[in-house]
């Protein structure tokens, strides 16, 4: 199981870090990943990380903003958003993998979470 915390409502330009806790069989993670999904669209790629040497992956309309991390020790994995724009406002969800996978394909990841709300407006 994982949680995620940390959304809200920020001006354009401000910042964010999401957190996202997983619970469980956390030995078998592989990896883990941040999708979005806004109003009317699809679930998409944000970035990814694996669990045990912190490859990384984004989706390419956030490079240079965001940064996924991890602390296995507290079982969590951040995303910290940067220079946010109205476009990035979305319910940002976490999953998890037992493969080391760090694709785009949100079929890979498990147990989700309930999402946070990430709202960009002025």
């Known amino acids: 199981q994982v949680a995620e915390s940390g959304g809200g409502l920020v001006q354009p330009g401000d910042s964010l870090r999401l957190s996202c806790e997983a619970s469980g069989r956390t030995p078998s993670i592989g990896a883990m990943g941040w999708f979005r999904q806004a109003p009317g669209k699809e679930r998409e790629f944000v970035a990814a990380?694996?669990?045990?040497?912190?490859?990384?992956n984004y989706a390419d309309s956030v490079k240079g903003r965001f940064t996924v991390s991890k602390d296995n020790a507290k079982n969590t994995m951040y995303l910290q958003m940067n220079s946010l724009l109205p476009e990035d406002t979305a319910v940002y969800y976490c999953?998890?993998?037992?493969?080391?996978?760090?694709?785009?394909?949100?079929?890979?990841?498990?147990?989700w979470g309930q999402g946070t709300q990430v709202t960009v407006s002025s």
């Open positions: 999953g998890t993998t037992d493969e080391l996978y760090i694709g785009r394909l949100s079929s890979k990841y498990h147990s």
């Open positions: 990380i694996t669990w045990r040497t912190g490859y990384k």
